[in-house]
């Protein structure tokens, strides 16, 4: 759900030509599929190369989390302040993943952004530019 979610954002990314926005969700998808596979395929971690895995997946979430946070912030103009809302509090909660300490607060504070972000994704979709033009058989 992850990887559709921030596809997404990918899509308006290309629309609206903000390629931080795209490249910043491919970061985070990749990201995502990184840490499912390696947690899948290592299981039994040795308690030292899981710290250094979670703390990995932290800074790799924290720094795509600022440059996505950007992104939105860069949309502000098309698609007002839901986009700056979004991108603030995506960047402050990549901030606090950045710096591990304040991990807990980071993701307490991402549930408010990913329902921001959502409610973001439906005012984009509500947007005739946004819509397909649809295609008549004849």
């Given amino acids: ?14 629309k609206i030509e903000n390629n931080l926005l795209v490249v910043a969700s491919f970061i985070i998808i990749l990201t995502t599929i990184f840490y499912y596979l390696y947690s899948w395929y290592t299981i039994d971690l040795v308690d030292i190369e899981e710290e250094v895995f979670g703390v990995s997946v932290l800074l790799l979430y924290g720094c795509s989390g600022i440059l996505f946070g950007i992104g939105l912030l860069r949309t502000k103009e098309l698609l007002g302040k839901l986009a700056s809302a979004a991108g603030i509090l995506e960047i402050v909660v ?11 607060l980071g993701l307490i504070l991402s549930i408010p952004t990913i329902i921001v972000e959502i409610l973001l994704l439906l005012k984009v979709a509500q947007l005739d530019t946004f819509k397909k033009d649809k295609i008549e058989i004849a």
Avoid: A, E
């Avoid at 759900?1 to 290309?14: A, C, D, E, Q, R």
């Avoid at 990549?94 to 807990?104: H, M, Q, Y």
């Fill in 1 to 14: 759900s992850t990887i559709l979610f921030y596809y997404g954002f990918i899509v308006i990314g290309n």
């Fill in 94 to 104: 990549g901030f606090f993943l950045v710096t591990v300490v304040l991990f807990f």
